[in-house]
T-cell receptor, first 116, second 115 residues
Framework: DTAVSQTPKYLVTQMGNDKSIKCEQN?????MYWYKQDSKKFLKIMFS???????INETVPNRFSPKSPDKAHLNLHINSLELGDSAVYFC???????????????FGPGTRLTVL | AQSVAQPEDQVNVAEGNPLTVKCTYS??????LFWYVQYPNRGLQFLLK??????LVKGSYGFEAEFNKSQTSFHLKKPSALVSDSALYFC?????????????FGGGTRLMVKP
């Protein structure tokens, strides 16, 4: 049983296109996240959602927008794709962040986005 | 602001030898500290965490880490390395006062265990 799943696994597209990456977790977690891992493997948080409320929004371009239809899903929409958006995008989830003993995050397998 | 440093891009160790992957951190308050491992073409997997209590934390796959407040370090260790331990390791920190659970990751250390 997959805990955190992402689709698609690979995404190749042209500059200027709009694309979406889907994420689902079946862990019953309260918070979901999106991370970007660049070619040098640096990992940086992009968004965090807790009970449909955005609680973290790092300085990412507004071409990126997270959308959470329900607690189990946090999809990432990207408009007007640019070459620099090429990276691996990871979804993650965790329990209530205020509950210290449940702070570890569970990551999806990643989506490799290539913008040509 | 919180930050994490992993000073070594790569650590090489022979199978059966002990290994250490270094991590130092900076937070304004008390830290929550984590180690994650990433195998090729996979997502990150949680290894262990320090929240409070004993400074020596034991985690998955025989790994452990020691929290040292005076040196602001949280080095990852294993007494006897396996070839299958070869992977990318990330240290992460969260400020205990940060209600948003924002994790800051280090740059990663690639561990290479040779037979």
């Amino acid at each position: 049983d997959t805990a955190v799943s992402q689709t698609p696994k690979y995404l190749v597209t042209q500059m200027g296109n709009d694309k979406s990456i889907k994420c689902e977790q079946n862990l019953g977690h309260d918070t979901m996240y999106w991370y970007k891992q660049d070619s040098k493997k640096f990992l940086k948080i992009m968004f965090s959602y807790n009970n449909k409320e955005l609680i973290i929004n790092e300085t990412v371009p507004n071409r990126f927008s997270p959308k959470s239809p329900d607690k189990a899903h946090l999809n990432l929409h990207i408009n007007s794709l640019e070459l620099g958006d090429s990276a691996v995008y990871f979804c993650a989830s965790s329990q209530d962040p205020l509950a210290a003993h449940y702070n570890e995050q569970f990551f999806g397998p990643g989506t490799r986005l290539t913008v040509l | 602001a919180q930050s994490v440093a992993q000073p070594e891009d790569q650590v090489n160790v022979a199978e059966g030898n002990p290994l250490t992957v270094k991590c130092t951190y900076s937070v304004s308050g008390n830290p929550y500290l984590f180690w994650y491992v990433q195998y090729p073409n996979r997502g990150l997997q949680f290894l262990l965490k320090y929240i409070t209590g004993d400074n020596l934390v034991k985690g998955s796959y025989g790994f452990e880490a020691e929290f040292n407040k005076s040196q602001t370090s949280f080095h990852l260790k294993k007494p006897s390395a396996l070839v299958s331990d070869s992977a990318l390791y990330f240290c992460a920190v969260r400020d205990m006062n940060n209600a948003g659970n924002m994790l800051t990751f280090g740059g990663g250390t690639r561990l290479m265990v040779k037979p």
